[in-house]
């Protein structure tokens, strides 16, 4: 798949659980239902009010129709409700690579299977679609939970990058960055594989 198609025709990724449809701004409402001020104490921005949460899904998709992100609202199919958003950006058609990130679930929604599922499907579209040979992640160095998050689905911590950005509040931050190349994808989709069989078993 040529890379700027995707910008103007934005693919729905989805298994029989979840659904990732291109963000659109009738989902700013659902999405502001389901926010809660923990979602961006380590982001850039912090949404407070609807007009926020409107002027951030907007500009997101701003950024999808210039050729630079792609973000997506995430849809639990078993009750048909909105529970998150996460994109892909950073996105390089030269070097094949891309980053994922800007990602959170409603309260009910962390910690479950949503956050694996998202992340196999996003994943199994880079390197299996898109042909990618490198998907990174960052995260706050402060942020404990999301870097045992990213190490759980098998990316290779690479190190520090200091000041990497201010948040609104003024925090300068340092990031802590991961990846996993297109030669270590086939064990980390097995890793996923693995997990999600144990928690249909758990389930049953």
């Not at 045992?148 to 200091?162: L, P, S, T």
Request: charged fraction near 25%.
């Amino acid at each position: 798949m040529k890379i700027p198609i995707i910008f103007k025709s934005p693919p729905t990724l989805e298994n029989d659980v979840i659904q990732l449809v291109p963000m659109e701004n009738k989902h700013s409402i659902s999405l502001y239902q389901i926010n809660h001020s923990n979602h961006w104490h380590y982001m850039l921005s912090a949404i407070q009010t609807q007009q926020e949460m409107d002027t951030w899904v907007t500009h997101a998709i701003q950024l999808r129709e210039k050729g630079l992100a792609l973000p997506f609202t995430i849809i639990n199919k078993k009750n048909n409700q909105i529970v998150g958003t996460t994109r892909l950006y950073e996105i390089n058609s030269t070097q094949r690579t891309c980053e994922l990130g800007s990602t959170w679930y409603g309260k009910d929604y962390q910690r479950t299977f949503v956050n694996s599922t998202c992340k196999l499907l996003l994943l199994t579209f880079c390197f299996e679609t898109l042909n990618f040979i490198r998907v990174q992640f960052k995260t706050d160095e402060r942020n404990e939970r999301s870097q045992k998050a990213i190490e759980r689905i098998g990316a290779i911590k690479e190190g520090v990058i200091r000041n990497e950005r201010i948040l609104s509040n003024g925090y300068i931050r340092n990031a802590v960055l991961y990846s996993i190349t297109k030669e270590e994808w086939i064990d980390v989709k097995q890793g996923f594989i693995e997990r999600e069989e144990k928690y249909r078993l758990r389930t049953l």
